[in-house]
Antibody, heavy 122, light 107 residues
Framework: EVQLVESGGGLVQPGRSLRLSCAAS????????MHWVRQAPGKGLEWVSG????????GYADSVKGRFTISRDNAKNSLYLQMNSLRAEDTALYYC???????????????WGQGTMVTVSS | DIQMTQSPSSLSASVGDRVTITCRAS??????LNWYQQKPGKAPKLLIY???SLQSGVPSRFSGSGSGTDFTLTISSLQPEDLATYYC?????????FGQGTKVGIK
């Protein structure tokens, strides 16, 4: 069964950094684009960032551009999100999501992890 | 950015009822529209992609239609396990954007 397991969330002060990880299993990781999607408590879904199969194409939401960096290690079947200069409005459940094909040209979110919670507060 | 607007924001229906949720995109997105189901406390799940294609394993009572700017998700016969929030999402162009969600309750 395809599985995505996120880790790295927690409570962090405004302005500090956090790195999220996602471990993928039961599919050929480097055949697919991957994404991070977040959900603030009691709110809707917001796409955060995506990366193509070979890291050749990367995209970010305007709300995180310049602060967050997505990366992947295909040898380790892992996806990452480095989050710097965190703000209270970044508080959310962060989901690791498998795309539908290799490239970032199409944003369909096929398989979702269970999420890791990030709370930004002093 | 492409704006996605869903209606209604919530509804309550009886088991066996036909339920329809609408989603409007501005500007148009051809058929690059997906629907997701999120049950309470769970991650979202892909139901419909490319406006009308049923994702593998999804019950056939779910269907999608539409193109351009107006789309519909239909549950032909509501079941108790369909209690959830449903989101539309455009996969036409980045940044990929979602509707605000429709919460479906059971009477």
């Amino acid at each position: 069964e395809v599985q995505l397991v996120e880790s790295g969330g927690g409570l962090v002060q405004p302005g500090r950094s956090l790195r999220l990880s996602c471990a993928a299993s039961a599919f050929t990781f480097d055949d697919y684009a991957m994404h991070w999607v977040r959900q603030a408590p009691g709110k809707g879904l917001e796409w955060v960032s995506g990366i193509s199969w070979n890291s050749g194409t990367i995209g970010y939401a305007d709300s995180v551009k310049g602060r967050f960096t997505i990366s992947r290690d295909n040898a380790k079947n892992s996806l990452y999100l480095q989050m710097n200069s965190l703000r209270a409005e970044d508080t959310a459940l962060y989901y690791c999501v498998k795309g539908r094909d290799m490239q970032l040209r199409e944003g369909t979110f096929v398989i979702w992890g269970q999420g890791t919670m990030v709370t930004v507060s002093s | 950015d492409i704006q996605m607007t869903q209606s209604p924001s919530s509804l309550s229906a009886s088991v066996g009822d036909r339920v329809t949720i609408t989603c409007r995109a501005s500007p148009g997105i051809v058929t690059h529209l997906n629907w997701y189901q999120q049950k309470p406390g769970k991650a979202p799940k892909l139901l419909i992609y490319a406006a009308s294609s049923l994702q593998s394993g999804v019950p056939s009572r779910f269907s999608g239609s539409g193109s351009g700017t107006d789309f519909t998700l239909t549950i032909s016969s509501l079941q108790p396990e369909d209690l959830a929030t449903y989101y539309c999402q455009q996969s036409h162009s980045s940044p990929w954007t979602f509707g605000q969600g429709t919460k479906v309750g059971i009477k």
